[in-house]
């Protein structure tokens, strides 16, 4: 009786499992940069001020967005407690994806220009309320899409050149800044729903590239790993119609 019971309980959870997918049901995801605080474009460069009065130029900007995942809306402690029982696992490989996540790398660079969105792929998750997304940045790989990379950007999370004029005063300074750590972002979303009636979305993240130098020491050797946080930490979603 107990294994009977058990099996009904995996085959109602089934329609759950991660590679599990609702026809019809599409999110789009699209990728843009813009400055909140406003910026001055000439070609691929951006020159704007830092919140410290810093002002900088940035001639070549690239960073690696690994993954997005859609997060569903806290659900409740029965229905946690079945999904204990689920033979699905929940662990992800580099650039694995799934209806509720894509796993392929892309690069983003100033090239393009501010608004102009890139798109990253389409999701096609399972029907629920999603009240969060997480961003996961990391090294580029082999397949990474995108940009072209001339730069060589595989095993690099971000890539930034420029130069500098301190606040205080003083001689222009170049920069150069390099990370390849793995830096995650967790996204507020308004209740996202997909349903039968609402089977389509699509969900646009925008890059604030003024706020990536905010804060910084240049001369510090943590200062790349630092951008990578502002960077991360710039990210919002928002719908698109």
Not at 72 to 87: F, I, K, T, V
Not at 169 to 179: D, H, I, M
Not at 209 to 214: A, E
Request: charged share 15%; with cysteine; net charge negative.
């Amino acid at each position: 009786m107990k294994v009977a019971m058990l099996l009904l309980l995996l085959l109602l959870l089934a329609p759950t499992g991660c590679g599990w997918r609702e026809e019809g049901l599409r999110l789009r995801l699209s990728l843009a940069h813009q400055a909140v605080r406003g910026a001055q474009i000439e070609g691929a460069s951006r020159h704007f001020t830092t919140h410290a009065g810093d002002r900088v130029t940035l001639s070549r900007a690239y960073l690696t967005l690994s993954s997005v995942e859609l997060i569903p809306c806290q659900a409740s402690s029965s229905w946690r407690w079945l999904r204990q029982l689920s033979p699905v696992g929940t662990a992800h490989a580099h650039s694995e994806s799934s209806p509720r996540r894509l796993g392929t790398p892309h690069v983003s660079s100033l090239a393009r220009s501010d608004g102009e969105a890139l798109a990253l792929g389409t999701l096609y998750p399972p029907p629920a309320a999603y009240c969060r997304a997480r961003l996961v940045f990391g090294p580029a790989d082999a397949d990474a899409e995108g940009e072209p990379l001339p730069v060589g950007m595989v095993g690099k999370t971000l890539l930034l050149e420029g130069s500098f004029s301190p606040a205080t005063g003083g001689a222009v300074q170049p920069f150069t800044l390099e990370s390849s750590a793995v830096i995650n972002a967790e996204l507020p979303l308004d209740a996202l729903r997909l349903s039968e009636e609402f089977p389509e979305s699509h969900l646009l993240i925008t890059l604030a590239y003024d706020r990536w130098l905010d804060g910084l020491s240049f001369q510090s050797p943590d200062a790349a790993t630092q951008a990578l946080r502002n960077a991360a930490a710039s990210a919002t979603m928002a719908p698109l119609p």
